[in-house]
Structure formats: structure tokens, C-alpha cells
């Protein structure tokens, strides 16, 4: 047989191997505490690197623009039925590439160009596709936006309904990517209809939560709902987008030939598996301990003398201040420090922060990972220490030295992927 078909990455291209090979230590020798990312099962990763890749199948499943569809269309059908039978929702498109793909999908599905969006702030926890100046979202629509109130740094469902009445905006949406507390859609919902305008919840941090029911879910009370697939979900990087069945039509145009042409079908066969392992009962005792996880890490981190943001978490991440007045460090300095002793999180801005975006005041961290690698509470205590002991003298080369220790200990004992030396693939074992 022809090489091309049969040759590892080892042999066939060393650079990338070796970058691979590079990454699978990286993830396994580290604490990985960034909120939206999570380790794909075996299963997933495998039918990610399926032929599929292989093929055009532009349209939707038994109406395709090509020949050859018909396993495409298997899997592309499972992955409805099964999103469809998680979120409870009427209609399911699971060809968008990205969660940002998918809002723009219901933009375009839910308004004119010029129409006014009110989003939540970037600066208080949203997300760049609700409205940033310099994404499609603030280039096409007029803008407004609402955010956290300073007291309890929660939103501020009154001045949400005020600035609902001042702006009146044809889509309301919600839902944020640094946002540790529930979001009330019942009430956003409400706000909305008080002004007619519609709702897009963008759930791509919660949607594990919300498909296990551990954080109410937004499909009653929103025309559209969107998400990512790889965040607590644990799915394939990827979106989705679901809506009432009265739009269903417009935004399968609007994914395809709006923003897209041919589907992924190696991505959206593994968000059918995906969303497969998410129906079954452990997916929900796995999103319990996810929770569970990030209450005991931040109560940790708040016992250490580090500021939570909202005062805790009731999902999957804490917002914490580390420059606590200029008396800290810079979020910014706090990821590098951490970075050096393999804990990676991200700097993330605090509501009505005074540092700028990329330097920082808070630093943001979630479990959905490190949940998935077996980690329950006991090691949540013990990273919430080293998080803190690092934060407070990030200039200690003995501290570091100690906590680069510490992590590999613990890192040890929960294996996961490893590298396949003799091929240079990866290879995942069995999480912790
Ligand atoms: N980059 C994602 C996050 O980290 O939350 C949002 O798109």
C-alpha cells in the first residue's frame, strides 16, 4: 500500500510530531485551570481524527449538494436527535465551527443590519460576539450594553430592565464567558418581552450545567440559544445553535450558505458522541463535581486573603482579584508566575476594573478539566493553597521550586493522555 496512507505523524512530519507529542506532556504534567477548556474522552478525540474529514456535504442531512452523504448524514442526524433530547429544544443545528459562528448565524437570523443589540459588557464577564466595537457584532448592529452592579458585582436585572425601556433593542442577549453566578433567563426573558424585543442566550460556559439541569436552563424563555461544544460540554471544539421550530428554517440559511459552506463532519460526528456520553446519568455526577470543585476552590482562594469576585461561584469558575487595590499583583503577572510552576490559568479584567484589558486585575479558573481527570475536593484545597502561595510571593524562587514539585506529585497521580513515543501520536489512557 501507498505510504501516504499508512505513515504515522512520526515519520511523516517530525516537526509536528514532536509539537504534539510536546502538548500531550504540557496537558498532562499541568494543572489546567483555564474555565473553558476541558480533556475529550478517547472516543471523541478518535472520531475527531476520523475520515470524515474527508468529506463535502454542504446542506442538511438527506438534502446535500453532494454525492456520498449518506453516512454523513447518520451522524450529522445523531448529533440533532441527541442535542435536541439534551437541551429539550424544538430545533438543533450543529454545523456552526465556532460558538462565535453560531451567534453570528442568529444575528443574522434575528435582526437587519442597523438593528440595536443590548449585550452584556465584555468588561463585566460577556463575550466579544455581543456586541464588541471591533467584532461583527458591533460593526453591523447598534449597540448597548448593560453589565454587573458595583455592590455585588452580579447583574443588575433592574438597570438591565431600564436600559431594556431606554434602548429598546430588537434582541436582547445573554449569557458570558467570566460570569461566576446563575443567570436568571426566566427574568431576561421578561425584560425582553416587557420590550419586545427577542433573546439569544449564548451558554457556551454553563451548557454542561444547563444540559444535567444544574443551572435552569434557558430554552423556555429564548428564541435562540447558542453554545460552544467543547467547554464543560467536553465535546469537540465546535458550536451549535438552537432555536424555536418558527426559525428553524431561517437560521439552518443563515449557518448555510450564510456564514458557512461545508460542514465539519468529523467535528459534528464527535459532538453526536459527545453529546452521546453528556445523555448518559455520570455526565451528571461529572458536572456535580465540576461544581462542587469550584465552590471549594474558591473558598480556598478567599480564605488565602484573595478577593472573589460576587463574593463566590455557583457554576464552574471563580473570578478572583489578585491586585486587590494595587496591593497584589497584576493579573497579568499572576498567569506568568503560575505559568512557571505549570498551574495555567488566564488574566482576566474584574468588573470596573482599573488596569486595561490585557494587564488585568483578576485572574479567571475552572474545573471542567482538571473535574475531568479525576480531581474532587481534597486537591481542589490543595491547589487553591498553591494558587495562593504563588499569588502572594510570585517573586519566591524557592516557592516556585516547591510548587512546581507539589504540581508534578499531583499531576502524577491523575494519568490521562500520554505520548505514543513509537509513533508520536497521542494516545489517551485512562483519566485518574
Ligand atoms: N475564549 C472563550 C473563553 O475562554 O471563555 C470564549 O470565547
Redesign the pocket.
Known sequence: MNDFFTADISSADPLISEAINNEVRRQADGLEL???ENFVSKAVLETMGSVFTNKYAEGYPGKRYYGGCEFSDVVEQAAIDRAKELFGCEHANVQPHS?AQANMAVLLTALDHGDTILGMSLAHGG?LTHGHPLNFSGINYKVADYGVSRDTEQIDYDDLQKKAEEHRPKLLICGA?AYPRVIDFARIGEIARSVGAMVMADI??IAGLVATGLHPSPIPHCEFVTTTTHKTLRGPRGGMAMCKEEFAADLNKRVFPGVQGGPLIHIIAAKAVAFGEALKPDFKAYQQQVLDNARVLSQTLADSGLRIISGGTDNHLVLVDVFLDGKGITGKEAEAALGDVHITV?KNTIPFDTNKPFVASGIRVGTPALTTRGMKEDEMRAIGSMIAEVIHDPASEDVKTKVKREVAELTARFPMYRSRTDTGGALPVSAG
Open positions: 483555564i474555565a473553558s460558538g463575550h464567558s457556551a460556559h488566564n
